[in-house]
Antibody, heavy 122, light 104 residues
């Protein structure tokens, strides 16, 4: 089965760091761009960051630029999001998602993980 | 950044009725790069439509998309949920604010 499993969320104080991970199963991970999408409590979806299949293209939402770093390890079929200088407004459920088209950097998202929760609070 | 505005915010309908959801873009974006998702409480979003009109795997044909509109021809009880549009014409990728389809 095609599956994405996120981990690494938790409660963290403002200004601290956290790294999210996403393990991919059941598809050729190195053929697809991957994304992080977040959803604050009771709110809509917000694209956070994307990385293309070979890490040659990376983008961030303005709200996280300079604080978050996306990366991937194709050998381990894993996606990461390093989050520094966390703010209360980063509190959200973070989803790992897969691009729907081979090698395309900008895409729809055809597979979603269940998400991992990040709470930023003192 | 392309801002997507969905309307209405909430749609109150009965099972069996037709639902029409709209998504408007702040800048020119071809509908070819528009997707729709369904999200039920406590669940991750699920892809319904991509390329404006192509149904994702396993999506019933009561769901259809044309240009910037999602139509559910006859609402089933399991269709009451929140629906999001997303554009992927280029980074940053953006989502609309969502339309909640609720039981009247």
């Amino acid at each position: 089965d095609v599956q994405l499993v996120e981990s690494g969320g938790g409660l963290v104080q403002p200004g601290r760091s956290l790294t999210l991970s996403c393990a991919a199963f059941g598809f050729s991970f190195d053929n697809y761009a991957m994304y992080w999408v977040r959803q604050a409590p009771g709110k809509g979806l917000e694209w956070v960051s994307g990385i293309n299949w070979n890490s040659g293209g990376i983008d961030y939402a303005d709200s996280v630029k300079g604080r978050f770093t996306i990366s991937r390890d194709n050998g381990k079929k894993s996606l990461y999001l390093q989050m520094n200088n966390l703010r209360p407004e980063d509190t959200a459920l973070y989803y790992c998602t897969k691009a729907g088209t081979h090698y395309s950097y900008s895409s729809y998202m055809d597979v979603w993980g269940k998400g991992t929760t990040v709470i930023v609070s003192s | 950044e392309i801002v997507l505005t969905q309307s209405p915010d909430t749609l109150s309908l009965s099972p069996g009725e037709r639902a029409t959801l709209s998504c408007r873009a702040s800048q020119s974006v071809t509908s070819r790069y528009l997707a729709w998702y369904q999200q039920k409480p406590g669940q991750a979003p699920r892809l319904l439509i991509y390329g404006a009109s192509s149904r994702a795997t396993g999506i019933p044909d009561r769901f259809s998309g044309t240009d910037f509109t999602l139509t559910i021809s006859r609402l089933e009880p399991e269709d009451f949920a929140v629906y999001y549009c997303q554009q992927y014409g280029g980074p940053p990728l953006t989502f609309g604010g969502g339309t909640k389809v609720e039981i009247k």
